[in-house]
């Protein structure tokens, strides 16, 4: 009962306070220069983070209105990894379909050679996944 009542009292005791401009210009080009984040300014000197971002809108030249998107140093690692996990991705699928294509090539060529279409007798079908499945009942 008495920690809600000194709860209560603390809520109650909040002032405004003012900070020189000086101390905001400052506080921007911490953000700026990636030194802090708006959640540690926020939490340390107890400001919001709407006061914050009227801080960064005065003094950074940044126009309102204009979306600020604040990103973690490992929200952009994580965004660089990801490019490279994508273009190694690429690499490889380029990678295969060269070799599809040469098969495609290989088949042809020698079909032309032997005088009947290879991929027909010898090539398993490709499964698209559509097509209904038949059990082979083959027993050799």
């Not at 005791?13 to 101390?23: D, G, L, P």
């Not at 979306?67 to 996990?85: A, I, W």
């Not at 599809?100 to 698209?128: H, T």
Request: hydrophobic share 30%; glycine share 4%.
């Amino acid at each position: 009962m008495e920690k809600k009542a000194d709860k209560k009292f603390q809520i109650s005791k909040r002032y405004n306070r003012t900070f020189s401009t000086e101390f905001k210009k400052e506080k921007v080009k911490d953000l700026i220069e990636h030194r802090t984040t708006i959640k540690d300014l926020s939490t340390l000197y107890e400001v919001s983070r709407t006061s914050i971002y009227k801080w960064i809108y005065l003094y950074s030249g940044i126009e309102e209105g204009t979306k600020l998107v604040v990103q973690m140093e490992s929200e952009e690692q994580k965004t660089k990894l990801l490019q490279q996990r994508l273009a190694e991705c690429e690499r490889i699928i380029g990678q295969k379909q060269m070799q599809l294509d040469l098969l495609e090539k290989g088949y042809e060529l020698a079909s032309e050679e032997l005088g009947y279409d290879l991929k027909k007798k010898y090539v398993p079908r490709s499964w698209n996944g559509s097509a209904n499945m038949v059990p082979n009942t083959d027993t050799k």
